[in-house]
């Protein structure tokens, strides 16, 4: 069975740091590209950030310079560190897992944060001014 475990989440004030981590199980992690989305209340789901299977990275220009993607493939784990944080990065965020192999892609933008990837259960981030 797929899993995307998520945790880290959390209440911070702006220009605090916060750390998620996403614990992936049941597929070849090692092939797979990871990424985090987010969605905020009324927003479409958003692609934050990716880290292919070749440690090539992506970052959204809203977020590029205050946040930092990882892997560790010995422990399958996916980690999204972010600082700097603004109220405007509210919202749920989503591990998600794609590859070619699986025919999967990773979208800027996604009606709803499900389909197309492999999914985590999502964990709530909240930024206060």
């Known amino acids: 069975e797929v899993q995307l475990v998520e945790s880290g989440g959390g209440s911070v004030q702006a220009g605090g740091s916060l750390r998620l981590s996403c614990t992936a199980s049941?597929?070849?992690?090692?092939?797979?590209?990871m990424g985090w989305y987010r969605q905020a209340p009324g927003n479409e789901c958003e692609l934050v950030s990716t880290?292919?299977?070749?440690?090539?990275?992506y970052y959204a220009d809203s977020v590029k310079g205050r946040f930092t993607i990882s892997r560790d493939n010995a422990k399958n784990t996916v980690s999204l560190r972010m600082n700097s944080l603004k109220p405007e990065d509210t919202g749920v965020y989503y591990c998600?897992?794609?590859?070619?192999?699986?025919?999967?892609?990773?979208?800027?933008?996604?009606?709803?944060?499900?389909?197309?990837?492999?999914w985590g259960q999502g964990t709530q981030v909240t930024v206060s001014s």
């Open positions: 049941g597929f070849s992690f090692d092939d797979s590209d």
């Open positions: 880290i292919n299977s070749d440690g090539s990275t």
């Open positions: 998600a897992s794609t590859s070619r192999a699986r025919r999967q892609v990773f979208l800027v933008v996604l009606p709803s944060c499900r389909g197309g990837a492999w």
